[in-house]
């Protein structure tokens, strides 16, 4: 990790419900009790639920450099679906978000 990448705080970034595909497309940003999708801004925000799910739990490592979300698969998901079967991270393995500015 260089010296201007930050880890990122477990139960900042998640997958929101069963029902979205867990990939760097709909990750979504807690902002207090609320859910916001960091690429698509079209929609409103969402709230948590018992189907929200942390990206790290999807086996994927967040760190965070110059107003940018990294993310890697380092190890297996321990997120299933209500069945008990496996819910596994898809699309890239690696992946780059701009964020939002803070303001």
């Known amino acids: 990790m260089s010296k201007n990448t930050a880890p990122v705080q477990k139960g900042r970034f998640f997958i929101v ?4 595909r867990p990939c ?9 009790n609320k859910l916001v999708y960091i690429k ?4 409103p925000a969402m709230i948590v639920t018992k ?10 490592k967040l760190t965070e450099s110059g107003g940018w979300l990294h993310g890697e698969k380092i190890g297996p998901s321990a997120s299933r679906y209500y069945d008990g079967r496996i819910r596994g991270w ?14």
Request: aromatic content about 12%; proline content about 2%.
């Open 40 to 43: 698509d801004k079209n929609w």
């Open 24 to 32: 760097e497309e709909l990750i979504a940003e807690r902002r207090g």
């Open 17 to 20: 419900n069963d029902v979205d």
């Open 51 to 60: 189907w929200t799910v942390s990206v790290e739990d999807f086996g994927i």
């Open 90 to 103: 898809q699309w890239e393995p690696r992946f780059k978000i701009k964020l939002e500015e803070k303001k």
